[in-house]
Nanobody
Framework: QVQLAESGGGLVQAGDSLRLSCAASGGTFSQYIMAWFRQVPGKERTLVANISRDARTTNYVESVKGRFTVSRDNAKSTVYLQMNSLKPEDTAVYYC????????????WGQGTQVTVSS
């Protein structure tokens, strides 16, 4: 079973950048569609971006388009989320997740990393 571990969160000011990383172990990373979700207290976890197995296809929630970039390195079993021009409303716990390319449910989640953007 694949295990995921995020890193790279922190406290930044509005307009700054952060890069989140998610390292996978124990599975065949290249067979998974990878995604980043975020959650704020009292609200549901929501999809931020996902990336296909070969990295050719990416999708983003409208609010981060043009600011965030998802990428992956299958050789390193790692997925990234580059976040630029951060806004206070981007403050959340960010989770990476994995699912089989032929299924819709995510089968593995990281522990989450806090991103806080001050105004």
């Amino acid at each position: 079973q694949v295990q995921l571990a995020e890193s790279g969160g922190g406290l930044v000011q509005a307009g700054d950048s952060l890069r989140l990383s998610c390292a996978a172990s124990g599975g065949t990373f290249s067979q998974y569609i990878m995604a980043w979700f975020r959650q704020v207290p009292g609200k549901e976890r929501t999809l931020v971006a996902n990336i296909s197995r070969d990295a050719r296809t990416t999708n983003y929630v409208e609010s981060v388009k043009g600011r965030f970039t998802v990428s992956r390195d299958n050789a390193k079993s790692t997925v990234y989320l580059q976040m630029n021009s951060l806004k206070p409303e981007d403050t959340a716990v960010y989770y990476c997740a994995a699912r089989w390319w032929f299924e819709t449910d995510y089968i593995a989640w990281g522990q989450g990393t806090q991103v806080t953007v001050s105004s």
